[in-house]
């Protein structure tokens, strides 16, 4: 729910909104990218403000260039914060977290890398040692260095383009903001007039759903659940889920495969002898 009582001063209301505003704009501005449905820098749990977009199908079989897109959207916040207000944040923690694990699968498990070819290196291998949990690697160090490369070469493509699709639309980005921080909240009919040069009006509606067909806003709710949140710290994106989901007979599963690998160790374990108890 929002956080009306929260206190913040106008130094972080527009923080927020120029962080937000990035997200808003980068997406608008992305060919395979869902449209943006709502802007908001209301407080919500730990989130200082979201950008929500919604697909408009239950489609989850993302390309390549979709994948890459999603990245370029998630640095929206951060690229937004370096170029219009000269500092950066803490808020946009959980959008490189984001970004970096779409790009880690892009590269080790999707086979989506030219110098690593079709090859999945993340196999999701977990050991019991101890009281905690390490994932094992199924590949070299050389490897290991390859797939660090191509990670940061691919964030680093992202944060470019989405840097040129900010410059080249500064001034979308600022009306954005100048609404955001008068309204707090801007609906994706709103800000699609101001993308498209048009008078920004009263939105017709205050529901992130309006367009969909009858039924989505159950659809539209189960894509949020699915996305896990807004951003852990600070601000970031609310957008549908990038990788299969985990169904029940999976996590039941995973784990057994948990429990069976804790009992391997501890059979291992050396049994200590019994105590001398001496002679009687």
Not at 168 to 196: I, R
């Amino acid at each position: 729910p929002a956080k009306k009582s929260r206190v913040q001063t106008r130094k972080d209301l527009k923080e927020t909104a120029v962080h937000e505003a990035g997200h808003a704009v980068a997406m608008y501005n992305l060919p395979t990218h869902d449209p943006v449905r709502q802007i908001t820098i209301v407080p919500r749990g730990q989130s200082l403000g979201a950008t929500w977009y919604l697909p408009k199908d239950d489609s989850s079989n993302l390309t390549r260039n979709e994948m890459y897109e999603q990245i370029v959207s998630l640095l929206g916040g951060r690229v937004a914060e370096a170029l219009f207000l000269g500092d950066i944040s803490v808020g946009a923690s959980n959008d490189i977290d984001r970004a970096t694990k779409l790009a880690k699968d892009m590269v080790a498990r999707y086979g989506m890398c030219e110098k690593l070819g079709t090859v999945s290196y993340l196999d999701g291998g977990e050991v019991f040692i101890g009281r905690d949990y390490q994932t094992t690697k199924s590949y070299s160090e050389k490897i290991a260095g390859t797939i660090d490369d191509e990670v940061k070469a691919l964030i680093d493509k992202a944060y470019d383009h989405c840097k040129q699709i900010l410059t080249d639309n500064s001034d979308k980005l600022h009306e954005v903001v100048d609404f955001l921080l008068e309204k707090e909240t801007m609906t994706g009919e709103q800000f699609e007039a101001v993308m498209q040069g048009r008078e920004v009006g009263n939105a017709s509606s205050t529901s992130m759903f309006d367009g969909f067909e009858d039924g989505a806003e159950d659809q539209g709710e189960e894509a949020l659940l699915r996305s896990g949140g807004a951003g852990g710290e600070g601000m970031g994106t609310l957008a549908p889920t990038t990788a299969p989901q985990v169904t029940a007979w999976a996590w039941i599963s995973q784990l057994l495969t948990s429990v069976l690998a804790a009992i391997r160790f501890w059979a291992m374990m050396p049994s200590k002898p019994p105590p001398d108890q001496g002679q009687s």
